[in-house]
């Protein structure tokens, strides 16, 4: 697959600690997945990590900080994989602040895990061992 690179997008908004707008689109960082507020999606989160649905809402919190703190207003890079889109039409990619890896950066701080529904993207394997919750 023809890799593309996407050179200085500006971060304007932060979702969550995986979804963010640059002033272009949104974009859902590949490799990661952040815990989420929605209750179902929460309740196999915490299941999956054999958490309390307390603390999957404060790692939540946690996530969200951190990517407020790590990208908002500023100019990150952004690379693609095999996938372009995901089912919610959000632009899939890594990102990289200063040539560091976003996703790496968050699994490290152990306030993400490894995404286990898209085993086939390039950085899966290493996602996976830096990530505190690995895939079965």
């Known amino acids: 697959f023809p890799v593309t690179i996407f050179a200085c997008e ?5 979702v969550d600690g995986d979804t963010f707008k640059t002033e272009n689109d949104t974009i859902s960082v590949l490799g990661i997945d952040a815990f989420d507020k929605k209750l179902k999606i929460a ?5 999956f990590t054999n958490q309390s649905i307390i603390e999957v809402l404060k790692l939540r919190q946690a996530g969200k900080l951190f ?13 693609n994989d095999y996938k372009k ?6 632009r899939l990619a890594y ?13 490290k701080q152990n ?3 490894v995404y286990c529904s898209d085993k086939k993207i390039a950085n899966f394997k290493k996602y996976q061992q830096l990530s505190k919750w690995k895939c079965k």
Do not use: G, P, T
Request: glycine letters at 0%; proline letters at 0%; one cysteine or more.
């Open 43 to 47: 309740e196999k989160q915490a299941e």
């Open 95 to 107: 990102v990289f602040i200063n040539k560091n890896d976003y996703s790496e950066l968050i699994l």
């Open 111 to 113: 306030i993400a895990m």
């Open 67 to 79: 990517a407020k703190e790590k990208l908002l207003n500023q100019c990150v890079d952004l690379k």
């Open 85 to 90: 889109r995901d089912i919610y039409n959000r």
């Open 10 to 14: 500006k971060v304007i908004e932060v």
